[in-house]
Every structure is written in C-alpha cells, then in structure tokens.
C-alpha cells in the first residue's frame, strides 16, 4: 500500500452534491521529513461543521505493534499533545485578516448568521443548495490554505512519530463520539514523492496549450507551471495562484489536464515544468521538462475573391490576405487542379510577394479548373483558402480511342487496354460489348473508366467463341467521342461439342445406308463417319465432313456379305474439341448376292369376303414386316406393320369401287430396313 493516502476530489465533492447529508468525517494526511505528518479532516454535512466549530476535535492516536506470534496488536488511543483542537475564535480571525486575506475565507465559512426560516418548499430547497455551495467553498478553501484548515479546526500536524512505525489515528467531533473517523499510517521510512508525467506541449495561434497526467489517485489538489528560456535554470512560475487545473485536454481526454499560457514573443525556444501541489501546500517532484519554439501561426486563410477567363483560356485568379497576418506573411503560392478534391500542383515554384493579390495561369488547361491560394508564414506555418471552380466551356468532343489489345482468359476475366486520348480534358472512357456486332452493344461499367484498362468478367459458358468491344472517351463537359472500331476477343472453350445421331438404316444389295442429323455446336467444324467390323476395337473413318460440306445420308457400299458393322458419328469444333461418340448402330450386311426385298408381291380381291389378301416371299423370320398403301392417286404411305414371320396379310379397311397401291418393306435388326418390294395395284 502507498504510503501516502491520496486526496480524492470525487469522493470530496460527492458529499456535497448528495440528497442526503451524512455525519462524518473524511481524514487526508501527508509526510514530510521534517515536519512529521500533516492532517485535515472535512466535515460530511453543515451539522458537524457547525458542532466543530464550536466545540473542536480531538486527535488521538494508537500504536500496532507486532506479537510474537506474528500478530498485529493495537496498543490504547491516547489523546496527542494539542490534541483538542479548536478554531480560532472570530477575533482572532478578524486580527490575522489584516495580514493573510486568504482567511476571508475562514471568516465567512465560520460565520454564525442565521438564516431566516423557510416560507415554503421552493424557500427550503434554495436555502439548501445555498447550504451545499457553501459546504463546497469550505471544503475547497480547508483544502487550499493551511491557514483556512487552521482557522476552521480542520489541521493538525503530529511531529512527534517514529518512521519505522505503523499508527492508527482517531479523529472525533469533541462532545460527540459517535462522529468519527480512523486512518491507519503505514511506516513512512520508504516514502518517496511522485512527479507529474506525460506532459506535452501545442503551440497554437498566440498560446501554448500543455496538458498532462492527473497522476495516481487524483492526489493533487493544485498544480504549478514553471517555464524558463533555459533547460536547466532560471525557471519562473507562471500562475499566480495554485492552478486547480481543467480537466480534460484538447483531444477531451478526461485523464489529463490542460491549461494556456500567451505567446508574447515569436521565434522563442521555451521550457515548460508542471509540479503537483497537494492538499497541503507542498510541491512534490517537477515533471521532466517539454520544450517548444514559439512560431507566428497564420489565423485566416487568404480569400479568392474572383477569376477570369482572358484571351484564349488563360484565367486571372484575385485574392485578399488576412488582414491579421498580412504582417507575417511571407508570400503567395497558387495551387491548380482539375478536380476539387483531386491532387494540386503549384503554377508559381517561388512564393509570390506579400503584396501581390493577382496572378495570371497561362499554361494549358482542361474545361474544369479549381484553384487555392497559399500563404506563408515567415515561422514556417501556412495556410489555404479553400477552392475556387473556374469552368471554360467546350462543346467539341475528343478523338475516339483505338484498342489495342483485349484478352480473355480461362476463368472468363477480359483485359482490354486502349490508347490514351490526346486531350487533356478526357474525363474518362465508357466500354461497351456485344456479342453479334450487327446487334447495339450494351455498356459494361456504370459512369465511366479513369484508366486505358478495364477487366470485364464473362461467362464461358455461354454459346459463343467471340466477343466484341468497342470504348468511346467523354471529356469533363461529358461529350462523348465517336466509338473506336470493334476489337474481336476469343473466348477460350473447354465445351466438347455435341456427336449428332443416327436416325435410320436400310441393308440393300447395294450396301448399307444410313441417315443422321449432325452437331447442332455453333462451332461445329468438321463431322465425321466412323465404322468398325465386329469385334475390332478401333473405328476407322469412313467419311470426313467439313462445315461447308455436311451431309446427312450415305450408303457404304465397301461392305461385305454376312459381315457385321458398327458405325459412329464424331463431331469436331473450331477449337479442336472432339465429341463423344453418338449412338451407334450396328448392322449386318445380308448376302449381296440373294436379293433380300421382300419378293412376289401378290394381291387378290374377294367381294364376297370384302377383303384384298396380300401374299409375299421372305427367306428369313424378321422382327416384323412394314406395309406401305396408296388409295387411288394418292401416294404410299405406311399402313401398317406385322409380326416378321408372317407372309399373308387381309386388308378389310376397303372402299368398293377403289383401286389400292401396296408395297412391303422387311423391318430389320437395330432399326434398318431391306429394299422394298415390288408395287402391286388391286383393284377393289
């Protein structure tokens, strides 16, 4: 524990502020080598201020001892030397005033007046905040002057204590006991005073401000602020009166404490100290010096009051000084840009005269200009006033801008650069795209691009292997430019694309014909016809199909009698992607020899039956037989279909009077057909 119970500015001025005031008393002490210790009290409400006022405190005090068994042991309160102590009377109040005015304070707070009775609560209430107002001045006065605390019976100083000892002290209101209050003093052997730390110092225009620490516990009542042209000497206290301090610094800081102090030289170095004063008058330990250098700084900005735009697109800026700092200053400078808010170049790299009001910027600009005009200070401080648009009109747009390049990578992110436009006015650029450049492009960015680069993102999922952009630039006036020419971008394609499929087949003496629709992939390039006998497991490519040269039918007659095929569809896109295989069919070529069409065709009409019955010759048992019929000039079309080893068939669905047209066609394994048969005509 400290040896040194900290003042407590909270815990003092609570009991004032309270709706309820409290009998006690609340004891603060300090040690100095050779004075012993130093106690004031201060009375919790106007009662026992009032009691002890009249009939005093006693101080008493207790020894702890240590037993032999390591306890602490309270030895009897005993009543110390002077112990009974008492204000001074009114007299003797009044005969020291002459002498010491800080005891107006003593002579008002210990006065008797009596306040009148209250006439009602308004009354009560007022004469108990004037009650509460004037316990805090008591408190605050006990606890700047030792003399106060004196006069009020509020200090004792107990010189008669053994370092190496630990007391308890008794503090009680004489003729009543039951108010009082114990504090325990810890050896004071090892005691060593604090110093205030943090300090800093803000030179601002015409003060210092410095603030530092409150320092542990609040143990401070007061502060003292010594400065000096001297690091080490000569240093001069500056308040009059022990500063109480504000609390809270510059930056509202509530654990620190400020104050100012005028500058009345500039171009001064000076050395500041802040000293904690406690509740007893004593200084403890100067806080390390903080230096500063006392500069003229600038208190208003110089003021653009006009532009004008002369011959061409030259423009006069006028502008007025400070007229408090016009003394001070050591010149002009004008900042240009062409944005308010954008990065400011100087026109003038050597500072204009303090008399100068004018300039003239003659170098080429944009349509949108913002000016600032800069004053310097001879200390080194300077200061801008704030911005001023100047607008010179245009209506003529800018060139447009030629692409240079654009690529797209695999994960779909463009990167297209352009060359940057000649005028200095070009706001930007607005990129546009399309996939059909016969289609209105759409933009690609809201407003505008500030750079010769944009990255756009894609989808490579999308059916298209190209895309197309176009960049118009717009100046600060937002006239846009004519677009550039479309710039042609590859989209990388990892699509396979689709194989196609067959539809039908028909085994002929001939060969084997097929039919099929091909890749329906927009990129298609190259189709291809693939066939392997059986029991080979490579296809071989029968027929190749560019774009331009597609087909959908071809009869493969390279094929040999009771020999078993298998035929593919492979698609390929302009990007060498390769298709799955399609669906494939596998067929057997009948013997090219014996003609595999269903043969001699008969028919036969029977009135009386009302049926034509249709005969045929097959050499083998199919999967089923499919009969073509034409009704007078009508032409064949399929009638119907039956099982594959039948070779009759009675067709009842007749009209009389009609003549009918048949032919059959043999429906062969995995989907292909034979020739068809010879056409008979029955006339019914």
């Given amino acids: ?39 004031k009290w201060l009375p919790q409400s106007q009662t026992v201020f009032e009691q002890g006022l009249k009939n005093g405190y006693l101080v008493s005090r207790a020894e702890v001892t240590i037993a032999p068994n390591g306890d602490e042991k309270l030895s009897e309160f005993k009543l110390l030397k002077n112990g009974h102590v008492k204000p001074w009377t009114k007299e003797v109040i009044k005969e020291r005033l002459a002498n010491d005015s800080s005891l107006i304070a003593a002579a008002l707070l210990s006065s008797d007046e009596v306040q009148p009775r209250a006439a009602n609560h308004q009354d009560a209430a007022e004469q108990s905040q004037g009650e509460e107002f004037k316990s805090f001045w008591r408190t605050f006065a006990a606890l700047e002057k030792n003399t106060v605390a004196t006069a009020m ?28 209050e114990y504090v325990i003093v ?52 500056i308040n009059k009166k022990p500063f109480a301090g504000t609390v809270g610094s510059l930056v509202t800081n509530p654990d620190r404490v400020s104050m100012q102090d005028s500058i009345t030289e ?69 900042w240009h840009s062409v944005s308010g808010y954008g990065i400011y170049q100087t026109l003038n790299q050597k500072p204009l005269t303090p008399k100068t009001n004018r300039f003239i910027d003659k170098l080429p600009k944009t349509t949108s200009n913002y000016y600032k005009v800069c004053a310097y200070a001879k200390g080194g401080d300077s200061i801008c006033s704030i911005f001023r648009s100047h607008l010179l009109v245009d209506s003529i747009p800018p060139t447009p801008p030629i692409i240079i390049s654009g690529v797209c990578d695999t994960t779909g ?54 895309i197309y952009y176009r960049v118009s630039a717009i100046d600060e006036m937002t006239n846009p430019s004519p677009p550039s020419e479309y710039f042609e971008v590859n989209i990388p394609d990892f699509k396979p694309p689709s194989s196609g499929f067959f539809t039908k087949y028909t085994v002929t003496l001939d060969g084997i014909n097929l039919e099929w629709v091909n890749s329906s992939t927009y990129d298609l390039d190259v189709m291809y016809l693939l066939r ?24 493969d007659k390279d094929t040999k009698s009771d020999k078993t095929y298998t035929y593919a569809l492979l698609a390929q896109d302009e990007n060498g992607l390769f298709s799955e295989l399609s669906n494939t069919y596998t067929i057997k070529q009948m013997d090219k020899s014996v003609d595999v069409h269903p043969s001699n065709l008969n028919g036969i009409a029977n009135q009386a039956n009302q049926m034509i019955k249709l005969s045929w010759v097959y050499p ?54 034979s020739g068809f048969s010879n056409m008979i005509k029955v006339d019914y």
């Fill in 1 to 39: 524990m400290k040896k040194y119970i900290a003042l407590l500015f909270y815990i003092t001025f609570s009991f004032v502020s309270s709706a309820q005031e409290v009998d006690s008393l609340t004891v603060i002490y300090h040690y100095t080598a050779t004075d012993g210790v130093m106690f």
């Fill in 153 to 180: 019976g509020l200090f004792y100083v107990d010189a008669s204590i053994d370092d190496d000892t630990k007391y308890v002290y008794r503090f009680e209101l004489a003729n009543n006991p039951k108010v009082c």
């Fill in 186 to 237: 810890f050896p004071l052997k090892n005691y060593s005073p604090d110093k205030i730390l943090g300090v800093k110092a803000l030179v601002e225009p015409g003060k210092v401000t410095l603030s530092w620490n409150i320092g542990y516990e609040n143990r401070y009542a007061f502060y003292n602020i010594y400065k000096s042209k001297s690091k080490d000497k000569k240093y001069q206290r």
């Fill in 266 to 334: 500039f171009d001064q170095t000076y050395y500041y100290k802040v000293v904690g004063v406690n509740a007893f008058e004593k200084e403890e330990l100067y806080s390390d010096p903080v230096q500063i250098t006392t500069r003229y700084l600038l208190t208003g900005a110089p003021i653009i009051e006009d532009s004008k735009t002369l011959v061409g697109k030259d423009v006069e800026i006028l502008w007025s000084p400070n007229l408090l700092d016009e003394p001070y200053i050591l010149g002009y400078k004008v």
């Fill in 413 to 466: 992110i463009v990167t297209l650069t352009w060359n940057k436009s000649p005028e200095k006015d070009v706001l930007g650029y607005r990129v546009f795209k399309t996939y059909y450049k016969n289609h209105e492009p759409i933009r690609v960015f809201k407003g505008y691009v500030s750079d010769t680069i944009a990255i756009d993102t894609i989808s490579i999922k999308v059916p298209y292997n190209k």
């Fill in 532 to 555: 392997k006998e059986k029991n080979e497991a490579v296809f071989d490519t029968i027929l190749v199909m560019p774009i331009n040269d597609l087909m959908t039918t071809y009869l």
């Fill in 620 to 673: 083998q048992n199919i999967g089923s037989f499919k009969i073509y019929r034409a009704k007078g000039s009508e032409k064949l079309s399929v009638y119907t279909f039956i099982k594959g080893t039948k070779r009759e068939f009675y067709d009842t669905n007749l009209t009389p009077n009609t003549t009918y047209k048949y032919v059959i066609v043999a429906e062969l394994p995995e989907g292909g057909e």
